[in-house]
């Protein structure tokens, strides 16, 4: 008997023929191929309810646009699959890039018959301000994103604690694009005051004050940390503001 001969014979016999399939292509992916480090080398056909939109994406879609996306992949099939990474918390697939894509399955009941409910998807694994990056690079390559959005993304990687340098540099801006970004979301105005500026805290910088004083049985504060830290940033900001 064959390789071929023999993975079509489990194939037959395998009761979930996607899962299977899945399977396989990770294994070869992860034993065999030499383009291992190409996230576009393992395409994986996944539940659409298992996967969940992010929460920052700037980029919009017409009406038009939409039904246009929706008549290519009506005609073409799904040429380019949906990027996601692995939320262990929520068990889901958070999208990176390709909401439209996924959107189209949702929305359009021909589409999701031709596929089963299942759209194809790649997993990168990156942490929250390195989705983002890829998020604006994705759309910025594309010529596709919305200055107001993108401004709200960039002042989340600043409150996380990345710096000017490293913002322009994964997102591929100037430093007067990342300037006027600060203006669109009152970035900048937080510092035009001494006392902000000496107020103000990365997400970062509380949260390794906060374990330091639980290290220290400094309990009480690390409890008012933690509570600062579940706060929207804006309102975080105004806290710190009132300390000074």
Same mark, same amino acid.
């Given at each position: 008997?064959?390789?071929? !001969?023999?993975?079509?014979?489990?194939?037959?016999?395998?009761?979930?023929?996607?899962?299977?399939? *899945?399977?396989?292509?990770?294994?070869?992916?992860?034993?065999?191929?030499?383009?291992?480090?190409?996230?576009?080398?393992?395409?994986?056909? /996944?539940?659409?309810?298992?996967?969940?939109?992010?929460? %920052?994406?700037? *980029? #919009?879609?017409?009406?038009?646009?939409? &039904?246009?996306?929706?008549?290519?992949?009506?005609? !073409?099939?799904?040429?380019?699959?949906?990027?996601?990474?692995?939320?262990?918390?929520?068990?889901?697939?958070?999208?990176?890039?390709?909401?439209? #894509?996924?959107?189209?399955? &949702?929305?359009? &009941?021909?589409?999701?018959?031709?596929?089963?409910?299942?759209?194809?998807?790649?997993?990168?694994?990156?942490? /929250?301000?390195?989705?983002?990056?890829?998020?604006?690079?994705?759309?910025?390559?594309?010529?596709?994103?919305?200055?107001?959005?993108?401004?709200?993304?960039?002042?989340?990687?600043?409150?996380?604690?990345?710096?000017?340098?490293?913002?322009?540099?994964?997102?591929?801006?100037?430093? !007067?694009?990342?300037?006027?970004?600060?203006?669109?979301?009152?970035?900048?105005?937080?510092?035009?005051?001494?006392? %902000?500026?000496?107020?103000?805290?990365?997400? &970062?910088?509380?949260?390794?004050?906060?374990?330091?004083?639980?290290?220290? *049985?400094?309990?009480?504060?690390?409890?008012?940390?933690?509570?600062?830290?579940?706060?929207?940033?804006?309102?975080? /900001?105004?806290?710190?503001?009132?300390? /000074?």
């Amino acid at each position: 008997m064959t390789l071929k !001969d023999q993975i079509r014979d489990e194939f037959d016999a395998a009761d979930d023929k996607i899962a299977y399939l *899945n399977d396989l292509r990770e294994w070869m992916h992860g034993e065999l191929s030499p383009q291992q480090g190409e996230p576009v080398d393992f395409v994986r056909w /996944v539940p659409v309810d298992q996967i969940r939109a992010n929460d %920052y994406n700037p *980029n #919009r879609v017409a009406e038009n646009e939409m &039904k246009l996306l929706h008549t290519s992949i009506s005609h !073409d099939g799904y040429t380019q699959p949906v990027v996601v990474i692995w939320d262990e918390e929520t068990e889901t697939y958070v999208i990176v890039d390709g909401f439209h #894509r996924y959107l189209v399955l &949702k929305n359009y &009941k021909d589409i999701d018959g031709r596929t089963g409910g299942l759209l194809p998807v790649v997993v990168i694994e990156k942490d /929250v301000n390195d989705r983002m990056a890829s998020t604006v690079r994705h759309n910025r390559a594309r010529g596709k994103h919305n200055v107001t959005g993108m401004g709200s993304m960039v002042f989340e990687m600043l409150n996380n604690g990345w710096g000017d340098a490293e913002v322009c540099a994964e997102l591929g801006l100037e430093a !007067d694009e990342l300037v006027r970004l600060k203006h669109v979301t009152g970035f900048s105005k937080l510092f035009e005051d001494v006392k %902000y500026r000496r107020a103000w805290e990365t997400r &970062k910088q509380i949260t390794l004050r906060k374990e330091y004083r639980d290290n220290e *049985n400094g309990e009480a504060q690390g409890q008012q940390d933690q509570a600062i830290l579940e706060q929207p940033s804006e309102k975080r /900001v105004r806290h710190r503001s009132r300390k /000074v």
